[in-house]
């Protein structure tokens, strides 16, 4: 059963290029003959991030279980509806919309890497209904050719390429930026994937301004955990002001349930609910 809580605000284009490069780690210039003893010394978790293959698994499950209501995510290239909140169709792994300007250039890209695929024919319509709810030009024969292109590889890569270009890396970047770790980068990407990164006081760098008002992050001598709880209550402020988002379980009775247990570094097992069903990666 799909929860009908999808999509974000409108997202900024300013986000791919400049921020899609993050490295895992910066300490590639140590000398050869530091002492092994020394070495052990060195924090386990140091280097990793969100970005480490095993915990970005684990961030598009927890995403997917409010976003589908299940931690397949990997079954979710297929998806489209129109879940009745004026961004007009939500699809993918993301929830891409025709109304927000992430589905117009996700088919753009894909288009340029595959021309003549099975919905380069809707990129005009794509175009016009961009900024409305409208199905102008869509409608079944899209939401059926959609499903169609999810069984292409090409089209599969393309939903991983827009997601981490928009949403996963910038959200990993700025989380590094800061100084959190594996948890707070995860809040980032999930408040990015929600209410994207405009420029009002509900986007994603709005709700980091809020959060700035009342604590400073680790980079800036802060604590972590009174930071992170900062960002989580200005995410929680933002997600009341829209109706679709109103029901803010994806903090509560999971980020917030995290921090309280003081785990920074999104370690297994993890349980958590969203809108009330219960989830558990062991």
């Not at 780690?25 to 020394?38: L, R």
């Not at 169709?89 to 919309?97: E, K, M």
């Not at 393309?158 to 707070?184: C, I, M, T, W």
């Not at 990164?197 to 700035?212: N, Q, V």
């Amino acid at each position: 059963m799909f929860t009908p809580h999808r999509k974000r605000l409108a997202v900024s284009a300013v986000l791919g290029a400049a921020l899609l490069a993050v490295p895992v780690a910066a300490h590639a210039t140590a000398a050869p003959e530091v002492a092994p003893a020394a070495a052990a010394q060195a924090p386990a978790t140091a280097a990793v991030g969100l970005d480490d293959p095993a915990k970005k698994d684990i961030a598009m499950q927890i995403v997917s279980s409010a976003e589908n209501s299940s931690l397949d995510w990997k079954a979710q290239y297929k998806y489209i509806e129109d879940i009745g909140d004026g961004r007009g169709y939500t699809a993918g792994i993301i929830g891409f919309c025709s109304g927000t300007g992430d589905m117009l250039d996700l088919v753009e890209y894909y288009t340029q890497v595959k021309p003549g695929n099975i919905l380069a024919k809707y990129l005009p319509a794509l175009r016009k209904v961009d900024g409305s709810d409208s199905h102008s030009g869509l409608g079944s024969a899209f939401t059926k050719d959609w499903a169609k292109a999810a069984q292409d590889a090409d089209f599969r890569k393309a939903q991983d390429h827009e997601r981490d270009r928009v949403y996963f890396n910038p959200a990993v970047q700025q989380g590094k930026s800061d100084g959190v770790g594996v948890l707070g980068q995860f809040a980032y990407y999930d408040a990015i994937v929600m209410h994207g990164d405009g420029t009002d006081s509900t986007s994603f760098r709005g709700i980091r301004k809020r959060a700035l008002s009342k604590a400073k992050p680790p980079s800036q001598g802060g604590n972590e955990t009174t930071w992170l709880n900062a960002f989580l209550d200005a995410r929680v402020w933002a997600m009341k002001q829209e109706e679709a988002h109103s029901d803010t379980s994806r903090v509560d009775t999971a980020q917030r349930v995290w921090l309280k247990k003081g785990n920074l570094n999104l370690n297994t097992p993890l349980d958590w609910k969203v809108y009330g069903d219960p989830f558990h990666i062991g």
